[in-house]
C-alpha cells in the first residue's frame, strides 16, 4: 500500500494528543524523518497478562503492505512477546534525545526531544519473500548498503526469526526544540538557564581479531555519518 506523506497524524482517538498540544507534530513527513535516523524502538506488548516494554531493532517501508507504511521488529520464534503480539493491540514509541533543557527552577527543567508512538495491530509475517524484505531493510537501517554486502540466511536461520509487522497509520508525534520557559520573576533573580545540546557520535569501527580485509565502505560511511 503506497503511503502519502499527506496523511494527517494522530488519525484516531486512541493517537490523539491530549496534554502537550503545543508539542505535537502535524505531519507525517517528520514521522518519517524520525524513524529513519532512530536506532531503537520500544515495544509494548501485555504478555501473561502484565505489560511488558522491550527495546528492539526495526525498519521502515512507507511503502510496505499495511495502512500508511509498515514497521518491522523482529526476535526469535521462541520468543513469548513475540508470540504474544500476534494479532494484538501493540504499542511502539521512538524517541531522540536532542538537549537537556536548565531552567531557573526545577518545575521548569525539561528536555529537548523527538518523540513518536504508533499503535497498531501487530501481525507475523508469513509471506517469505516480505520477511526477507524486512530483514534486509533492518540491517540496512543499522548499516545501510550493508544488506548486499553479507551472503543470504540460511533455512535454519529464517526458521529461527519471526518478523511482527505493525501499520504506521495510528501514530501521533510531539517534539520539543527550544530553551527554558521561566517565569519572569525567576529570570530576574539572574540564576542561569540554558540548553546543553545532545548529539549521538560514533568512534572509528573496530575490526574483529578475525577480521580481513580493510573496513569494508558501508561501514566507513556508517560510521561518520553517526
Given at each position: 500500500m503506497t503511503t502519502t506523506a499527506a496523511t494527517p497524524?494522530?488519525?484516531?482517538?486512541?493517537?490523539?494528543?491530549?496534554?502537550?498540544?503545543?508539542?505535537?507534530?502535524?505531519?507525517?513527513?517528520?514521522?518519517?524523518?524520525?524513524?529513519?535516523?532512530?536506532?531503537?524502538?520500544?515495544?509494548?506488548?501485555?504478555?501473561?497478562?502484565?505489560?511488558?516494554?522491550?527495546?528492539?531493532?526495526?525498519?521502515?517501508?512507507?511503502?510496505?503492505?499495511?495502512q500508511d507504511g509498515t514497521l518491522y521488529v523482529h526476535g526469535s520464534v521462541a520468543a513469548g512477546w513475540l508470540r504474544s503480539a500476534a494479532d494484538a493491540t501493540v504499542c511502539v514509541t521512538v524517541t531522540e534525545l536532542d538537549g537537556l533543557v536548565a531552567a531557573r527552577s526545577a518545575f521548569h527543567h525539561s528536555m529537548n526531544y523527538r518523540s513518536a508512538v504508533v499503535i497498531g495491530t501487530a501481525r507475523i509475517v508469513e509471506d517469505p519473500d516480505e520477511r526477507r524484505h524486512a530483514l534486509g531493510l533492518t540491517v540496512d537501517h543499522m548499516i545501510p548498503g550493508r544488506d548486499a554486502t553479507l551472503r543470504e540466511p540460511t533455512r535454519k536461520e529464517l526458521a529461527a526469526t519471526a518478523v511482527l509487522a505493525v501499520p504506521l497509520h495510528e501514530a501521533s508525534m510531539k517534539s520539543r526544540g527550544e530553551g527554558p520557559v521561566d517565569d519572569q520573576e525567576d529570570i530576574d533573580a539572574g540564576v542561569w538557564g540554558g540548553v546543553i545540546p545532545l548529539r549521538r557520535t560514533a568512534g572509528d569501527p573496530i575490526p574483529a581479531e578475525d577480521a580481513s580485509g580493510p573496513v569494508p565502505a558501508d561501514v566507513v560511511r556508517r560510521a561518520a555519518s553517526l
Open positions: 497524524l494522530s488519525p484516531t482517538p486512541r493517537t490523539t494528543v491530549g496534554r502537550g498540544r503545543n508539542r505535537m507534530v502535524e505531519h507525517r513527513t517528520e514521522l518519517h524523518r524520525l524513524l529513519a535516523e532512530a536506532l531503537i524502538a520500544h515495544l509494548g506488548v501485555v504478555v501473561g497478562g502484565h505489560p511488558v516494554v522491550l527495546p528492539v531493532a526495526f525498519a521502515v517501508d512507507l511503502d510496505g503492505p499495511d
